[in-house]
């Protein structure tokens, strides 16, 4: 509440806002007020665990966090940018409709949880269940690269979106990743998965495929952008092998039921 | 295979009032009734029937009638014609029964061993019919005390967001892709002429009923369809959807054939693919979570509106209710053991859950307990069946009701219970657009408007008979029941007396 009498019509393009001691509903009332007063970027410093930061914001802005925030980083988010300089928390990107979401560091369970759309890109690894249910309709079409690994149920419930996984942490020479139940229950959308795995760490549901020219176009244009965001060389990237995975029926429990 | 399942139901057709029409050949989506042309005669495939009666109402010379098939197996108490009939069902397709509607058992119905209290002599009844008479309720937060401004009177304390009812009933959540969007446009708009709310389930929001959001409650479940920013701004409520009385701790599976290119734009999904809601929300593991959830929708909406939390009744109901006000809802709804469903496995429907009566009960007396009842509205859903149920909610303690089953009922459902299937022949619970035509949004608006305006004046009739005017001095009242051939045990838990005590 301290904070409340500092706040007055801002007129800068960008903004910085000091946030150690603001709760998060005073934050997000910030952010509210600077993106309604046109207000094209903001940083964020000192971020101490503040959820929710990017919701409830339909102008185009750029949010750039210096700390660690919250769980549900840019929930319900719809066109926003946010840039992380540290770890993500619990819930980034969940149920995102549009926008970008760039971590600089790791990020934690359920990382994209129900994402319609926009991309996440997280530099080091996530936690369980990362891009469970991420669904697509149409120009819809989530994207979550992560460039570590994953813990397990990646892609769970998997409904549509792109969701591609690295493994840069994993060193050149074996690239196995430890993941395990990959897809279960997955109907929709595709992972790309850089490096290897044994098949029990795939759902039932899954099928494994060599990149097509579609699948190797959507790789580059991710894998570049991702490369561009972190500093790392995409070619470099590019050179191990890709696998596909994908769902092998749109309708995985079609036959579980007598009627 | 052959099967070995005998027919449930019997088509008799009148020969001397039968003019081969085909009305009934048309009006059945089950493929009971054929028109055989070589003969010029309608004919029957019994085993088809499921008892929804369509045709037996569209007969235009009223030359059917539809019977239960006699057919008896030797008695036996154990082993009753439903028990056989399931597992030859499952032996011959290995899959898990699936069922629409409610739980169909005989567990006690606690509506019906409650009465009501009506003033003689020491006090006076009220005419409802001219005297004013309040249904007026308010959904949300309540604060704990309220402050005025000196002088004034103004009041100083700041309310939470409410949400006014003309009639404290509501219609259930049903999702578009379980029910048509005629039936949807139907209750959108009987709940804006009504004044009260529906609720659009967890398929998402049609274009076409934006323009009744001031009447809607949205659904966030675990599969998240169709959630985004206009559709958490446009309702009048955002509710969180944690359970299901006719599937508690089930998630959903809406069939590929349901999913039309409509159902699609609206879930915002391929057309064609299951729509899957996973049990869990796998965000919420716990009340913790719960409230992180329920403050996301805060925040994403600005604190606008009320943040409702729906439960299945379940055993510890009324701990899990404490915690879900704590967790800042400001409505928190129970779904009973007899709430019904688009489709469910048998199995959970007809054994998973508890009574309403009593889960009701139990979670209105602990929230006073721990003196928080005010701070959430308490609404229940199961088996509502009429406004006497509706009163004797209310005085056990809930703020207002949904009914889902008993508008259906309006439209047109006759229970036949066979949801599941897709092929609704009264076109509610179906996407095939040959059988959704068959609801008039006109027609359908009008029949719930009318079951709603019976029901007020029903509930005023009973306010008034106990010399009370405003539904308020109901809530929560529970001297005016009393109980009838219940135990000492149920007598305790619904915290009512027995009657002539």
Known sequence: MKQASETKPVRELIIKIETAGLSTRELNNRLREAVTNGVSKIELHNVYGQRYIGTDLNKPVEIEVFGTPGNDLGVFMDGPRIIVRGNAQDGCGNTMNEGEIIVHGHAGD???LSARGGKIFVRDSVGYRAG??????????????????????????????????????????DMHHITRYIGTGMHGGVIYLRGKITPHQL????????LGDTDQATVEKYVGEFASHFGWDAGKILEQRFIKLFPLHLRPYGRLYAY | MKTFLPSKFMVERDPNRCIQCQVCVNQCSFDVHHYDAVDDEVRSREENCVGCHRCVIFCPTHALNIRKNP?????????????????????????????GMGNDKGYRIYWDHLVLN??????????PLREPMELTTFIGRKPDRLELEKGSLRLKTKLAPQVRLEVPVMFSAMSYGAVSLNVQESLARAATEAGTLWNTGEGGLHRSLYKYSKNTIVQVASGRFGVHPQYLDAAAIVEIKIGQGAKPGIGGHLPGEKVSADVALTRMIPKGTDALSPAPQHDIYSIEDLAQLIYAIKEATNYTKPVSVKIAAVHNSAAIASGMVRAGADMIVLDGLRGSTGAAPKVIRDNVGIPIELALAAVDTRLRQEGIRNQASLVIAGGIRNSGDVAKA???????????????????????????????AWGICTSDPFLTKRINPDIGARRLVNLLRAWSHELKEILGGMGINAIESLRGNRLALR????????????GIRMAGG
């Open chain 1, 110 to 112: 359920v990382t994209g």
């Open chain 1, 132 to 173: 469970i249910h991420m669904k697509e309709y149409g120009e819809k079409r989530p994207v979550l690269v992560i460039g570590g690994s994953a813990q397990d149920f990646l892609g769970e419930y998997m409904a549509g979106g792109v969701l591609i996984i690295l493994g840069l942490n994993l060193g050149e020479s």
């Open chain 1, 203 to 210: 759902g039932k549901e899954v099928g494994v495929a060599e």
């Open chain 2, 71 to 99: 057919l008896d197996y030797r008695e036996n108490y154990n082993w009753r014609p439903e028990v056989i009939e399931d597992i030859i069902k499952q032996a011959e397709s290995g899959g898990v029964l699936l069922t």
């Open chain 2, 118 to 127: 009506a003033s003689q002599v020491t006090n006076p009844s009220i005419d």
């Open chain 2, 394 to 424: 209310i005085a056990l303690g809930a703020d207002a009701v949904y009914i889902g089953t008993a508008a259906l009922m309006a439209l047109g459902c006759t229970c036949c219970q066979q949801c599941h299937t897709g092929k609704c």
């Open chain 2, 483 to 494: 109980g009838v051939g219940l135990t000492d045990t149920e007598l305790e838990i619904l």
